[in-house]
């Protein structure tokens, strides 16, 4: 993977402010993964964008994290801790072609979902029906329906609550990345609830947070020492910070 410098950093943060999330995704895994590309990453699925998204965090701030959600009875929040390492270690149980599922009497093949699909998804759907969101989802992750009973091949649309059900659990099975669920229990209420890590949106703020730290080191540094923000850029980070410690009275 590779190590993004402090002006790709900004130059990133500068490009994804205003994209959609998955957009946004997309961008930042293409950014270090050194070749694929935005448009090879968004055929491939979910989860292997996902790791690129955790290593990206690692590089940034390292493999430990601490995130905020809100419980669905009291309302307050729930801090919880997790770190890249063992949610990498999913990657090795991502398929990238699975088998299809038998179920029912149904022989259906399958792909897991991409973030081009989501990207796809979102465009037709919007996010104000989710419903017909997942109805897309599946029929352009079905590939072909075949019945037992026939020869004519069956729409995705038409098949039955069940074989439903069993994809998405084999879909799930298959890309354990794609959705990330940690069981809680909320400190002021005591109820136990399930809630998804979105490690996109997670390291977006991380990438956030970097760049307005550079800016305020830019900021700095160019008004001590008359500097461009690309001499800034350019230094390495203990050189940038030794500079910052002594325009703040705390190096001699």
Do not use: N
Not at 144 to 163: F, K
Request: hydrophobic share 45%.
């Amino acid at each position: 993977m590779r190590v993004l410098s402090a002006g790709e950093v900004l130059r990133l943060w500068d490009e994804c402010r205003d994209a959609s999330p998955d957009g946004r995704a997309l961008a930042l895994a293409a950014a270090v993964d050194g070749g694929t590309g935005f448009a090879g990453l968004a055929d491939r699925p979910v989860g292997r964008v996902t790791a690129l998204l955790l290593r990206l965090r690692t590089a940034l701030s390292g493999p430990e994290m601490s995130a905020t959600v809100t419980c669905p009875d009291c309302g307050q929040a729930v801090e919880f801790q997790t770190a890249t390492g063992p949610l990498l270690a999913l990657e090795d149980k991502v398929v990238d072609s699975p088998q299809p599922l038998l179920h029912g009497g149904y022989e259906v093949t399958w792909r897991c979902p991409s973030y081009g699909d989501l990207l796809a998804v979102a465009e037709q759907s919007g996010a104000e029906d989710p419903d017909r969101g997942a109805a897309l989802l599946l029929d352009r992750c079905v590939q072909r329906v075949r019945h037992e009973e026939g020869t004519a091949p069956v729409a995705a649309a038409d098949l039955p609550v069940a074989v439903c059900e069993a994809l998405s659990d084999a879909m799930s099975a298959a890309d354990p990345l794609a959705d990330v669920l940690v069981d809680l229990r909320c400190p002021d209420c005591g109820v136990q609830f399930t809630a998804c890590f979105d490690a996109a949106a997670f390291v977006w703020a991380e990438v956030e947070s970097r760049a307005r730290h550079l800016l305020l080191d830019v900021d700095a540094l160019a008004r001590s020492y008359g500097w461009s923000e690309r001499d800034v850029l350019a230094l390495s980070e203990p050189r940038r910070a030794a500079y910052l410690r002594i325009v703040t009275g705390e190096l001699p």
